[in-house]
């Protein structure tokens, strides 16, 4: 019964693969969100969907590319990995304006 | 800019102290405040925002718009409580965190 969750919990991969990382909630909320966090624990928001609408695209690399198919996923999907992508993402959910429930996020590894 | 300053990376305290975290933000506008609290090897959660006005697990924060402050308190420390501490400003649909303190209550 999970609130938000996202798959894997743990990426180690190659410089210059693809990979994607999946998001759920089960929550009804109508907005979710990515955030990464990088190696000074800042927290930064990446992008955030509205009812399966981007809504929120911060300056961002057009290596990541997030995807939402219905109000309950947002998946991440990041091209050509680099070194600087190594952090952990934390995937987010809420109701319009209210509070943010987070994933438990995904430490990504780029070697 | 949209701003969240968290002066102190580390705090330790011993228990039964009193615990202070410190956040200052900066925002023309009119703020809504929040601090999260991530437990070791546990999600980040939402302990409490300013609009609420409420105590949880012993902490309050009081927004104080003159020094632009919003720091948490607690009067006693437990261990329970060491955990990584953010402070939050949203504006608009944007959350902006500063950049976390490390609370650590010694026994």
């Known amino acids: 019964d999970t609130a938000v969750s996202q798959t894997p919990k743990y990426l180690v991969t190659q410089m210059g693969n693809d990979k994607s990382i999946k998001c759920e909630q089960n929550l009804g909320h109508d907005t979710m969100y990515w955030y990464k966090q990088d190696s000074k624990k800042f927290l930064k928001i990446m992008f955030s969907?509205?009812?399966?609408?981007?809504?929120i695209n911060e300056t961002v690399p057009n290596r990541f590319s997030p995807k939402s198919p219905d109000k309950a996923h947002l998946n991440l999907h990041i091209n050509s990995l680099e070194l600087g992508d190594s952090a952990v993402y934390f995937c987010a959910s809420s109701r319009t304006n209210e509070k943010l429930f987070f994933g438990s996020g995904t430490q990504l590894s780029v070697l | 800019a949209q701003r969240v300053t968290q002066p102190e990376k580390l705090l330790s305290v011993f228990k039964g102290a009193p615990v202070e975290l410190k956040c200052n933000y900066s925002y023309s506008g009119s703020p809504e405040l929040f601090w999260y609290v991530q437990y070791s090897r546990q999600r980040l959660q939402l302990l409490l925002r300013?609009?609420s006005r409420e105590s949880i697990k012993g902490f309050t924060a009081d927004l104080n718009k003159g020094e632009t402050s919003f720091h948490l308190k607690k009067p006693f420390a437990q261990e329970e409580d060491s955990a990584m501490y953010y402070c939050a400003l949203e504006y608009g649909n944007k959350l902006v965190f500063g950049a976390g303190t490390i609370l650590r209550v010694k026994s």
């Open positions: 969907y509205n009812n399966k609408e981007l809504i």
């Open positions: 300013h609009i």
